[in-house]
């Protein structure tokens, strides 16, 4: 379906996180995003934009809550809609993570081999670009729109260097 609203971040650099899918009411998805500013330190809400006429405003559709590693996990969607959106249902229905994520807990769970930390093959909708790790390469892409990862090395080591670009986000403490 289609999307109502910016896609993959805010322009005041709020990622994009998830979706809320369409309903017969409201016959789009919706962008979610999280809002890591406005809250003690540490603690995020999720929310979603409203356009009306020229005015943007945010409606939060969770209570601030403490940002963990383990709801990035594979599997963490159905713990996310159940300590996140436990009081809203309807939104818990609609939600989920902009992409799965995936890691070695996602072989334990779908009880096979297929990610192996070695990649897996591309869905219906997706093309796959397989960058060979050549000295002097530079690959540059948007991390937030563009769903990645890297291999595990089967021989040698692999030594990187990685740097984001990132607008303003919040003020640095002092």
């Not at 406005?38 to 934009?49: Q, R, V």
């Not at 902009?98 to 869905?123: F, V």
Request: net charge negative; glycine share 8%; aromatic share 10%.
């Amino acid at each position: 379906s289609e999307s109502n609203g910016r896609i993959g971040a805010t322009f005041n650099g709020d990622l994009q996180i998830g979706w809320l899918g369409a309903t017969a009411l409201e016959p789009f998805e919706r962008p979610v995003y999280l809002d890591a500013k406005k809250h003690d330190h540490g603690d995020c809400a999720m929310y979603l934009l409203n356009h009306d006429d020229d005015k943007i405003s945010k409606t939060y559709i969770t209570k601030a809550f403490s940002a963990n590693p383990i709801m990035y996990v594979a599997g963490s969607e159905a713990l996310v809609k159940k300590l996140l959106f436990k009081d809203r249902q309807d939104l818990a229905d609609r939600f989920h993570l902009i992409e799965p994520p995936k890691s070695k807990l996602s072989d334990i769970l779908k009880g096979d081999k297929a990610y192996l930390g070695w990649g897996e093959d591309a869905a219906v909708d997706e093309e796959l670009e397989e960058v060979i790790p050549r000295g002097g390469t530079l690959v540059l892409f948007d991390s937030v729109l563009l769903p990645h990862e890297v291999l595990a090395t089967k021989a040698k080591t692999r030594w990187a260097c990685s740097g984001w670009f990132h607008e303003d986000q919040q003020p640095a403490p002092v």
